[in-house]
């Protein structure tokens, strides 16, 4: 076989292979790290001074309860911020199109489809807008974009639907590439 045969082979692997659409998706989180030591300590200041009035007027136990108050607040956004490490990874190619979500304990779950048989389907409320969107292939119905609001839902609906339709259309050849 002649070299030249081997690199227009690859080349056109590579085209077929050409990734059309990428997102990774990941739960929001308004309060950042920072926002989150402000908060706790704005909380433990006013709880040990309200606690210290409590105890000067003889009500010591008052000054332990706001001091499990903190505690639990702490605790409250320490599991909020674990449950934010999930995500949800879809790619589309030309010959594949395969999400991989990814849970805040790590499990991993992956389906992979072909695009030319792939549906995108949505549940919409009328004052709400895009509540769900499903990927449907061959009987099989997944949920996708969980973690987007409606607008976000919207977007990312648009974006995987030209997507889809670029797989369909197929690769196609550029020579000056």
Excluded: C
């Excluded at 908060?39 to 009035?53: E, N, Q």
């Excluded at 790619?91 to 389906?111: C, D, F, I, K, N």
């Excluded at 695009?115 to 009328?126: A, Q």
């Excluded at 949920?143 to 197929?170: C, H, M, Q, T």
């Amino acid at each position: 076989m002649r070299p030249g045969n081997e690199i227009e082979h690859k080349h056109f692997e590579d085209l077929r292979e050409q990734q059309i659409f990428s997102a990774l998706l990941t739960p929001h989180r308004s309060l950042d790290r920072t926002g989150f030591l402000a908060v706790m300590l704005f909380l433990s200041i006013v709880s040990f001074a309200t606690g210290l009035v409590f105890l000067m007027k003889g009500a010591w136990p008052v000054l332990g309860f706001f001091g499990l108050d903190v505690l639990v607040v702490w605790w409250a956004f320490r599991a909020n911020f674990r449950t934010a490490r999930a995500r949800e990874e879809i790619t589309v190619t030309t010959s594949e199109l395969r999400v991989r979500r990814v849970s805040h304990r790590g499990q991993v779950a992956e389906w992979t489809f072909n695009p030319l048989w792939v549906r995108l389907d949505m549940e919409v409320d009328e004052d709400f807008g895009i509540e769900h969107l499903y990927l449907i292939s061959r009987g099989h119905q997944i949920r996708i974009a969980r973690f987007l609001g409606p607008d976000e839902k919207a977007s990312f609906y648009k974006g995987l639907v030209e997507a889809l339709n670029a797989a369909k259309r197929g690769p196609t050849y550029n020579p000056i590439h």
